[in-house]
């Protein structure tokens, strides 16, 4: 469908091929060199775009064709020189895209195909108007290609701004997992889930598994704890450096740390061969963001684990999970970490606000209160707001998904 020169509108889950199913016959189409940009693949990460870059590079080695990849964390000048000597495959993140095209460094006169990868999480990410601006500098007539895990009406209501009677390709249901990743939940006391996570690394002698947090802060401390505990631990996030955030990934690759502790933007789109462990420290407040974390495994026929670690406030979000699949998972008791045995309710502790804090779910005047006395127990307890927030979130996602709508709270 690609070497027909049509409009491409494609949805897949991760780890099925989307990155070859464009790049190999877009090597084919582009034939001889001509040193400007004629292939521009836009997606939402640096981790992606390396990735993305890295295949065109591997497909594209005995093809005449030079490509380059620009995104933010890292020096601008050296990326202004290299799309200076010329490049025929150009793969960028939006925003330092149009950095680019506003120091008239980047040339996009002469695009003939433009991608879009993972343009879900693009959309998710607010990059909308960072993508309608980039249209806005690309020939009206050319090839267009989108990529999607999913298809919520926030991107059926983008393909139809830009592509011209687009066909379209589903290789798997929407939200629906991969059937060779093994998938089981773990009650446990929310406070005691660090031990049982590093009990089940050990015991169960994991090399190598990617765990979700729900937040930055809570990335970096579970990764600090583990690393106490004598587990090999780093985290990766958006408020790490480029640099750092590159290390931790290719120590991961190479299997020098048994854990990388993610949160769901910084992960998207991490492509680890035969990763066999995927853990939900914390449960996703979105129910589809379950789906695309344990898309992490089970890739490309490999099997994969997906543990989920619930304690009593995580309920709801499980049942909200289950409901989306149309199935259950698995419940599994490890003995010695059974709910309530041997727990104390766990300390609070100031929330860094995030995407899914809510202040407002505090009585009025204990955040200002907070703030004079520096004494965490005004806090409402932990377990107390996650309730409210999460019974919250429960009915926005029931509302959604009995609108049949699977569109994501932003």
């Known amino acids: 469908m690609v070497l027909s020169g049509r409009d491409l509108l494609a949805a897949a889950q991760t780890g099925t091929g989307k990155t070859a199913g464009f790049t190999l016959p877009i090597l084919q189409r582009l034939g001889a060199p001509q040193r400007h940009i004629r292939v521009l693949v836009l997606v939402p990460t640096r981790e992606l775009a390396a990735q993305v870059q890295e295949s065109v ?24 020189d290299l799309l200076k000597r010329g490049v025929d495959i150009l793969v960028a993140t939006p925003g330092r895209l149009l950095d680019h ?40 007539k050319r090839q267009n290609l989108l990529f999607s895990a999913t298809f919520p009406d926030e991107i059926r209501t983008l393909a139809a701004s830009f592509m011209h009677n687009p066909m379209t390709v589903e290789v798997a249901r929407r939200n629906t997992p991969a059937e060779l990743v093994d998938q089981v939940s773990h009650p446990v006391s929310h406070d005691r889930k660090r031990a ?9 002698n994991w090399q190598q598994v990617l765990v979700f947090t729900r937040t930055k802060h809570g990335a970096n401390r579970l990764a600090e704890q583990l690393e106490k ?3 090999e631990a780093d985290a990766i996030h958006g408020n790490k450096s480029q640099g750092a955030r590159t290390r931790a990934l290719k120590r991961f690759k190479d299997q020098e740390l048994r ?19 995927v853990v939900n420290y914390d449960l996703p407040h979105v129910a589809e963001d379950y789906v695309h974390r344990i898309g992490r495994t ?16 995580d309920r709801p979000l499980m049942a909200a999970i289950e409901r ?24 609070a502790e100031p ?3 995030g995407r899914h804090s809510h202040p407002q779910h505090r009585p009025q005047g204990a955040q200002n209160k907070h703030a004079r006395s520096g004494n965490p127990r005004s806090h409402v307890p932990h377990a107390e707001r996650l309730t409210r927030e999460q019974e919250a979130q429960l009915r926005e996602a029931g509302a959604r998904l009995s609108a049949g709508g699977g569109q994501r709270r932003r």
């Open 57 to 80: 590079r591997t497909y594209g080695k005995y093809a005449p064709v030079r490509s380059t990849v620009v995104f933010g964390g890292v020096g601008f000048q050296p990326q202004a």
């Open 101 to 140: 095209a506003n120091q008239r460094t980047v040339d996009l006169r002469f695009v003939e195909i433009l991608v879009l990868d993972e343009a879900d999480r693009m959309l998710d990410m607010g990059f909308i108007n960072d993508i309608r601006k980039v249209m806005k500098l690309l020939p009206q």
């Open 196 to 204: 049982l996570l590093s009990h089940l690394v050990k015991e169960g």
């Open 229 to 231: 505990d004598g587990i």
């Open 259 to 277: 854990v990388l502790v993610a949160t769901d933007i910084a992960a998207r789109g991490l492509d680890i061969e035969s990763l066999p462990h």
């Open 298 to 313: 089970g890739r490309a026929g490999a099997e994969g684990s997906a543990v989920s670690l619930v304690s009593h406030e």
């Open 324 to 347: 989306l699949m149309n199935r259950k998972v698995e419940s599994r008791v490890v003995p010695g970490f059974e709910p309530g045995a041997h727990s104390t309710r766990p300390q």
């Open 351 to 353: 929330q860094r606000p």
